[in-house]
């Protein structure tokens, strides 16, 4: 199975959000194709563009995982586990379109 990467950046205002729903609806459209979208936009608006609503956040993730982490006193699998479960969590799929979105860290600094 193949599989590609596209990304897409540059300057506010130029239209990647809106670039970045109709390419990956369209390769989702496709048969035996599936596309997962990451909204490394703080402000989300991937999200509203494909009207999916993620209940939880990348972000939310990082925060969980870090507590989880903390308290699994050593045991991998389990955290291992918890990492699969908190990623499902914040996954959101319709037909062959997944999405995750980064959220906004609540603390000073970056990712």
């Known amino acids: 199975m193949s599989s590609s990467r596209i990304a897409i950046c540059g300057k506010g ?42 209940e939880k956040t990348l972000n939310d993730l990082r925060v969980a995982a870090l507590e989880a982490a903390r308290g699994a006193a050593g045991d991998r699998r389990e955290l ?10 914040a996954l959101v799929e319709r037909g062959n379109l997944a999405l995750l979105s980064a959220g906004r860290p609540d603390e000073r600094g970056c990712y």
């Open 13 to 54: 205002g130029v239209g990647k959000t809106t670039l970045a729903a109709l390419l990956g609806r369209c390769l989702a459209g496709r048969p035996n194709t599936r596309a997962l979208l990451v909204d490394a936009d703080p402000a989300g608006g991937l999200s509203l563009a494909l009207g999916l609503r993620p």
């Open 80 to 89: 291992a586990a918890t990492l699969d479960y908190l990623l499902l969590e």
